[in-house]
Antibody, heavy 117, light 110 residues
Framework: QVQLRESGPGLMKPSETLSLTCAVS?????????WDWVRQPPGKGLEWIAS???????YFNPSLKSRVTISLDTSSNHFSLKLTSVTAADTAVYYC??????????WGQGTLVTVSS | QSALTQPASVSGSPGQSITISCTGT?????????VSWYQQHPGKAPKLIIF???NRPSGVSDRFSGSKSGNTASLTISGLQAEDEADYHC??????????FGTGTKVTVL
C-alpha cells in the first residue's frame, strides 16, 4: 500500500524560497503515474500547483508557473517542490498525491506552511 | 484558469439524498471524463470518492454516485449519514493539460 509523507519548513519569511519533499513508500515513483502537489489555504478550497510524470515531465498551474520547480529523485523515491518569493498568500497546507491519470488516489497527510514576517 | 463553481453549502436530514453541482466549461468538465470528487473531513487529507465522472474506488460506499451533463458534474449522496458531514471538492482535467479544483462544498447533516 502506497504511503506519502510531506516534509517542509513550517514557518517562513516573505521573499524566501519554499522547499517541500514528499517521501513515497510502497511504490516506486519511477514505475508509472503522475506525482502532484496540491495546496489549501486556511478555510479555503484546494488548488493544484504542479505535477511530474514518472519519467520526469513537469506540468504547472499557469498562475504559479513562474515561481515553481518540481523534480523527482528516483534514488530516494521522493519528489520535491520549490516555490520562490513566497508571500502571505502562499500560507497553506501543502499536500502531495499520487495520480494514476485523471484522479488522485493517494494523499499525504499534509504539511502546514505559514509565511509571516 | 478559474476554479470550478460549487455551492458553498448543502444540507440534508439523515436518510435524505443531496446533490452537489460542479460547473465548469467545455474546456474542462464538459470536454473530458476526468472529473473526480474528494471528501475531506476537518483536519484531514482529501479522500477520493468518485473518479472518471461516475466510478467509485474499492471500499467507497455505493451511497456516493457521480454524473455529468454538459459542463456540470454532480455528486449525489443518498441515504445521508452523520459521517457524510464533510467538505467535498470536485476536480477536472483541462484543455491546457492542467487540472482545476472546484470551490468546495460544505455538507451539513441536520
Amino acid at each position: 500500500q502506497v504511503q506519502l509523507r510531506e516534509s517542509g519548513p513550517g514557518l517562513m519569511k516573505p521573499s524566501e524560497t519554499l522547499s517541500l519533499t514528499c517521501a513515497v513508500s510502497g511504490y516506486s515513483i519511477s514505475s508509472a503515474y503522475f506525482w502532484d502537489w496540491v495546496r489549501q489555504p486556511p478555510g479555503k478550497g484546494l488548488e493544484w500547483i504542479a505535477s511530474i510524470s514518472h519519467g520526469g515531465t513537469p506540468y504547472f498551474n499557469p498562475s504559479l508557473k513562474s515561481r515553481v520547480t518540481i523534480s523527482l529523485d528516483t534514488s530516494s523515491n521522493h519528489f520535491s517542490l520549490k516555490l520562490t518569493s513566497v508571500t502571505a498568500a502562499d500560507t497553506a497546507v501543502y499536500y502531495c498525491a499520487r495520480r494514476p491519470l485523471g484522479y488522485r488516489d493517494s494523499w499525504g497527510q499534509g504539511t502546514l506552511v505559514t509565511v509571516s514576517s | 484558469q478559474s476554479a470550478l463553481t460549487q455551492p458553498a453549502s448543502v444540507s440534508g436530514s439523515p436518510g435524505q439524498s443531496i446533490t452537489i453541482s460542479c460547473t465548469g466549461t467545455s474546456s474542462d468538465v464538459g470536454g473530458y471524463i476526468y472529473v473526480s470528487w474528494y471528501q475531506q473531513h476537518p483536519g484531514k487529507a482529501p479522500k477520493l470518492i468518485i473518479f472518471d465522472v461516475n466510478n467509485r474506488p474499492s471500499g467507497v460506499s455505493d451511497r456516493f454516485s457521480g454524473s455529468k451533463s454538459g459542463n456540470t458534474a454532480s455528486l449525489t449522496i443518498s441515504g445521508l449519514q452523520a459521517e457524510d458531514e464533510a467538505d467535498y471538492h470536485c476536480s477536472s482535467y483541462t484543455s491546457s493539460d492542467t487540472y482545476v479544483f472546484g470551490t468546495g462544498t460544505k455538507v451539513t447533516v441536520l
